[in-house]
């Protein structure tokens, strides 16, 4: 593995942007190496700018479920492009992607489009606490909405649950309107939601930002019931679920109905965009149609737009079951992978539609407590295993692998074969 000019440029760019990157997962810091500078992707492959060939499990963390460069995309995008990359008016794409997404997810009537996932959490947010009239918002340890100030919180000591901030900056008064709750923690919602009568319970339904931990038999329906008893809003953050577990996202696989659903990450085909929805009433508070105040100079964008469109009309019932077998290929793989290397007891594998999670855990973990628990180092050495033998894994414990509709048999089996050695090497 060459690595001389992902060297040079690493030492330009810590001169140049903090930690030398624009998103701190990039830096690869927890799986302690520097980070690998990227050129150009093709289906399931990344190469990076020493030549190194890799199949790739990011995918951008996620946008990218039918791989990289996917030719209808890339002339949707082209296409776009030459017409005019943005104009700050409205647009026939805007309208059709609007309806799409309204067909795919059953609570979901009307969407409102923004750039970044962060965005549409902090707007859905917004929108809730106007619409209940309360401020708290009630969300899960190792959920991840973005980088919204209220949501960097983290829960405080002892028995309360009202939340501190989780980075510098951000004010306490915004913590403090955060209650947190241990994911899968039927008591523990109840409790924190009788206490703060909260504007929304914020949930991934299939929590994948502290590696993949789905929620327990009964849990979502459990928050629903909660949230109809109590008046909040349930907010399903279907950011990396939507239109990648099912069809109409974790809503339909699991069949618990959203208030507002949070979207991003596939739905702008790895360019920039993501949207909030749901039914009528409450969407039309948000302006001009209603008071509540959102807007964007590039929401609805015409790349943005022209990449998602391409991507969900790719996304067929045929696709979902592509994405289901290859994630059952993976997943039982790195489970054989984990066994041949003697890791049974010390790894072990979580799946959902389009995503895995392998532990360094001799059981999957249930909440965040159990993720924190995990051998972090060994799954960094694991993972720089992996990267020299030309796979390119997450590079973090708390992150999911994302399967595409580009991953076919050969990448998936090169990939537990060589996860194997990587296992055997890390447990060392
Ligand atoms: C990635 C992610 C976000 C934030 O999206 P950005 O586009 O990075 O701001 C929000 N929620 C979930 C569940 C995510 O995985």
């Known amino acids: 593995m060459n690595a001389g000019k992902s060297a040079e440029l690493y030492a330009r760019a810590v001169g140049l942007m903090p930690g030398g990157v624009n998103s701190p997962v990039r830096a690869m810091g927890s799986i302690g190496r520097d980070p690998i500078f990227i050129d150009r992707g093709a289906g399931n492959r990344v190469w990076d700018v020493d030549g190194n060939e890799y199949v790739d499990w990011v995918c951008s963390w996620g946008p990218l479920i039918l791989g990289h460069a996917n030719p209808d995309v890339v002339g949707a995008v082209t296409a776009a492009a030459a017409r005019g990359t943005s104009y700050g008016a409205a647009t026939a794409g805007e309208v059709e992607l609007a309806a799409e ?13 923004v ?10 947010i917004r929108l809730a606490r106007a619409a209940t009239g309360r401020d708290r918002v009630l969300k899960f340890a190792g959920a991840y909405h973005g980088h919204v100030d209220g949501l960097l919180a983290e829960a405080g000591s002892g028995l309360a649950t009202q939340a501190i901030p989780a980075s510098p900056g951000v004010p306490r008064a915004q913590a403090e309107a955060t209650a947190i709750v241990p994911w899968n923690d039927r008591v523990a919602v109840e409790q924190a939601v009788d206490m703060y009568e909260p504007a929304a319970i914020l949930c991934e339904p299939i ?6 931990v789905p929620p327990a038999e009964g849990f979502l329906e459990h928050l629903r019931a909660l949230a ?42 790895g360019l920039p965009a993501a949207a909030y929805g749901g039914p009528r009433e409450l969407l039309e508070q948000v302006a001009p149609a209603g008071a509540v105040y959102q807007a964007g100079t590039l929401s609805g964008n015409p790349l943005a737009v022209a990449a998602g469109l391409a991507t969900l009309h790719r996304l067929d019932a045929a696709a979902y079951e592509r994405i289901g077998v290859a994630t059952d290929r993976l997943a039982s793989g790195l489970e054989r992978a984990a066994a041949d290397a003697g890791g049974a007891g010390r790894i072990s594998v979580s799946s959902a539609p389009g995503l895995v999670t392998p532990f360094f855990a001799a059981e999957a973990p249930h909440d965040f407590t159990g993720s924190q628990a995990c051998d972090h180092d060994a ?24 399967v595409s509709l580009a ?22």
């Open 115 to 124: 750039n970044s996932g962060t965005e549409a959490s902090m707007s859905a």
């Open 101 to 113: 997404v309204a067909d795919r997810f059953a609570s979901v009537e009307m969407i409102r489009m």
């Open 228 to 269: 109809d008893r109590s008046g909040a809003l349930l907010i399903c953050d279907e950011v990396i679920s939507g239109f990648r577990v099912a069809r109409g996202g974790a809503q339909e696989l699991l069949g618990v109905r959203a208030d507002l659903t949070v979207m991003g990450k596939v739905i702008g085909g």
């Open 379 to 402: 799954y960094g050495r694991f993972c720089r295993a992996m990267l020299e033998r030309g796979f390119f894994p997450p590079p973090s414990q708390y992150e999911a692998w994302f």
């Open 207 to 212: 929590p994948a930002n502290m590696g993949l």
């Open 407 to 428: 991953h076919d048999d050969e990448s998936i089996d090169r990939t537990c074969d060589a996860a194997a050695d990587c296992f055997r090497e890390a447990l060392a």
